[in-house]
């Protein structure tokens, strides 16, 4: 009886470090895609700002450390968007917009979905440390304390 | 657990070695693998948008942090010998990884055979 009590005990504890794992993996790739929406909203902010400037408008543009430096709008209608791999494409104001709300849209999907299932993996392990917490205390019972 | 396996005969310690560094190369070819994959996925999504523009469309390539105005004739080019290459080392890093999950596959089976109990029946 025991041995079988041991044996799920074991099993348990094996699944439940592979859960923490995946729970891990999942928050991370969380993580990962909340990082590249908030650079896509930047990026909408600034294409929904940009289509209200005219052409020379000044500008500041940012090098880093919160320094900037002046810049003329050359040409408010044209914007560079990657593509991926290295390869920037010139489009329209208008398909850039269209191209980040895209992205927004299926990174959107993509964290609802991975969302779903860390609470899926998350519900999973409370189950499995109630589980065990029960054969710990049966474990006990069947075996007199040791003082460990 | 070092305590428990330095008793182990040296032959199964060995095995067991062995057994750790098998699994790390094929994590480490895994990791590889994967990098080459996601490389890929991006160079096809890439071409895959180049070829809904017109010949004359402007596009840059990134040159570290600079954008540099290159014709799209030849960013297809360059993306399409990269892409081979990369398919080339997917391919070697797959074989690669089939061979260690059968090295993986044979030592386990040892293993298992050298620490289970004899069965008295099989005496």
Redesign the interface.
């Given at each position: 009886m025991a041995g079988k009590v041991e044996e799920e005990f074991r099993k348990l504890s094996v699944e439940l470090r592979i859960l923490e794992d995946t729970a891990e993996a999942l928050q991370s790739r969380i993580n990962m895609v909340n990082a590249v929406v908030t650079d896509l909203t930047y990026a909408n902010m600034t294409l929904e700002g940009l289509g209200k400037h005219k052409m020379d408008s000044e500008l500041l543009v940012p090098i880093g450390g919160s320094s900037y430096i002046k810049a003329t709008l050359q040409d408010p209608d044209k914007v560079i968007v990657g593509m991926g791999a290295g390869v920037s494409v010139e489009k329209t104001l208008q398909e850039a917009k269209e191209i980040v709300k895209k992205r927004l849209d299926n990174l959107d999907k993509t964290r609802m979905s991975l969302q779903q299932r860390f609470t899926q993996v998350a519900q999973r392990i409370s189950e499995d440390r109630a589980k065990l917490e029960e054969l710990v205390a049966e474990l006990r019972k069947g075996k007199p304390s040791k003082n460990v | 657990m070092s305590e428990e396996i330095s008793k182990l005969p040296p032959q199964v310690q060995e095995r067991l070695l062995r057994l750790q560094q098998l699994q790390q190369t094929l994590q480490s070819v895994l990791a590889q693998k994967q990098q080459v994959e996601l490389?890929l996925t991006?160079?096809e999504?890439?071409l895959s948008?180049?070829e809904k523009?017109a010949d004359n469309?402007?596009?840059?390539?990134?040159i570290g942090s600079l954008?540099v105005k290159a014709e799209k004739a030849n960013?297809t080019a360059d993306?399409n010998e990269?892409k081979e290459l990369l398919n080339m080392r997917a391919t070697v890093l797959g074989k690669q990884e089939g061979r260690l999950r059968g090295q993986l596959k044979d030592l386990q089976a040892k293993l298992q055979q050298d620490l289970s109990p004899v069965s008295p029946s099989s005496r």
């Open positions: - | 490389e991006e160079i999504q890439a948008e180049l523009l469309a402007v596009i840059y390539r990134a954008l960013v993306l990269r």
